[in-house]
């Protein structure tokens, strides 16, 4: 499994009081022919992420629209995802599409408490609405520190959600354990968690392992996420269920490159299939604040 670079294809140029960095956890919606809706999350002068998008010409790879208001920005004052709000991906449901997200919420005696969030719209191009002003995901016994960017899938049994989970803090950001959980839903609102550990730690040095991107093919499930130890990896796992995997990790992997945008970190994959092949979206420096850029899968 090759991925074949083809370069960086958006990073925001500060002059959007909303979007003045950062284009993270690029994730792609199809509109026409060979166009794509890429929404991110980016950050303001506070720090703040919010949802926007870019449309892009897949053959040229150029940027053919920017967002001028956000998809979804902070919530409101004291809620989970008053400090921001980072995208997971978006889910057809009938004529609705659910957003599911990741909320930020600072706190003092830990970097922070983020939970999972949903968003709806009614229709194609219609806004998305949060569900709630508070999470569809919560902390609690199963959950107890802080989760993060959820993938979403439908099949004929419901919904399956993988998700990132903390468990445990200490003194410094790196002492955090963060890895990949499992749940399901009969409806994606109401949802079942055993605890069930998707993705573990390959070895000490790891202590983030978020972002997951789940893809399931005729033979079998794929998962594509970023783990990191001293800089954040894009990294890869298979499954014959959904629910127990086995990383493999270089097949999948994607390397940094010898200079430029990508070359410090590769974080946040998004794998979609269009026109017979297979992409790769991803984030570079700086979680994101060097843009997202695209890869191919080569035969």
């Given at each position: 499994?090759?991925?074949?670079k083809l370069?960086?294809?958006?990073?925001p140029d500060?002059?959007?009081?909303?979007?003045?960095?950062?284009?993270?956890?690029?994730?792609?919606?199809?509109?026409?022919?060979?166009?794509?809706?890429?929404?991110?999350?980016?950050?303001?002068?506070?720090?703040?992420?919010?949802?926007?998008?870019?449309?892009?010409?897949?053959?040229?790879?150029?940027?053919?629209?920017?967002?001028?208001?956000?998809?979804?920005?902070?919530?409101?004052?004291?809620?989970?995802?008053?400090?921001?709000?980072?995208?997971?991906?978006?889910v057809p449901?009938?004529?609705?599409?659910?957003?599911?997200?990741?909320?930020?919420?600072?706190?003092?005696?830990?970097?922070?408490?983020?939970?999972?969030?949903?968003?709806?719209?009614?229709?194609?191009?219609?806004?998305?609405?949060?569900?709630?002003?508070?999470?569809?995901?919560?902390?609690?016994?199963?959950?107890?520190?802080?989760?993060?960017?959820?993938?979403?899938?439908?099949?004929?049994?419901?919904?399956?959600?993988?998700?990132?989970?903390?468990?445990?803090?200490?003194?410094?950001?790196?002492?955090?354990?963060?890895?990949?959980?499992?749940?399901?839903?009969?409806?994606?609102?109401?949802?079942?968690?055993?605890?069930?550990?998707?993705?573990?730690?390959?070895?000490?040095?790891?202590?983030?392992?978020?972002?997951?991107?789940?893809?399931?093919?005729?033979?079998?499930?794929?998962?594509?996420?970023?783990?990191?130890?001293?800089?954040?990896?894009?990294?890869?796992?298979?499954?014959?269920?959904?629910?127990?995997?086995?990383?493999?990790?270089?097949?999948?992997?994607?390397?940094?490159?010898?200079?430029?945008?990508?070359?410090?970190?590769?974080?946040?994959?998004?794998?979609?299939?269009?026109?017979?092949?297979?992409?790769?979206?991803?984030?570079?420096?700086?979680?994101?604040?060097?843009?997202?850029?695209?890869?191919?899968?080569?035969?």
């Open positions: 499994m090759r991925w074949r370069g960086r294809l958006f990073v500060g002059s959007t009081p909303w979007m003045r960095t950062h284009a993270a956890n690029p994730v792609a919606e199809a509109l026409d022919g060979d166009r794509v809706r890429v929404y991110f999350s980016s950050r303001d002068d506070r720090n703040r992420s919010s949802i926007a998008f870019v449309d892009v010409d897949l053959t040229t790879r150029e940027v053919l629209a920017v967002a001028d208001t956000p998809v979804l920005g902070p919530g409101d004052l004291a809620m989970f995802d008053d400090c921001g709000v980072s995208i997971g991906c978006i449901v009938g004529r609705q599409r659910y957003l599911y997200y990741m909320g930020w919420h600072l706190t003092v005696a830990v970097p922070w408490q983020n939970a999972i969030g949903l968003a709806v719209s009614e229709g194609p191009g219609a806004p998305f609405q949060r569900l709630s002003r508070f999470p569809i995901l919560e902390l609690n016994e199963t959950d107890p520190y802080t989760l993060s960017y959820p993938w979403v899938m439908r099949d004929a049994g419901g919904f399956r959600m993988w998700y990132g989970s903390n468990v445990a803090w200490g003194p410094r950001k790196e002492d955090m354990r963060h890895l990949l959980k499992y749940a399901e839903s009969d409806d994606g609102i109401r949802w079942s968690r055993g605890g069930a550990i998707a993705i573990d730690f390959a070895d000490p040095s790891e202590y983030a392992i978020c972002k997951p991107c789940v893809v399931r093919d005729d033979d079998r499930w794929r998962m594509w996420f970023c783990a990191r130890g001293e800089s954040y990896r894009v990294r890869y796992a298979e499954s014959q269920d959904g629910i127990r995997w086995m990383r493999l990790d270089e097949p999948g992997a994607i390397a940094v490159s010898s200079g430029g945008w990508d070359s410090e970190m590769i974080e946040y994959p998004f794998v979609f299939d269009h026109g017979g092949a297979r992409y790769l979206l991803y984030s570079g420096n700086g979680y994101g604040r060097d843009g997202f850029g695209l890869a191919v899968l080569e035969p």
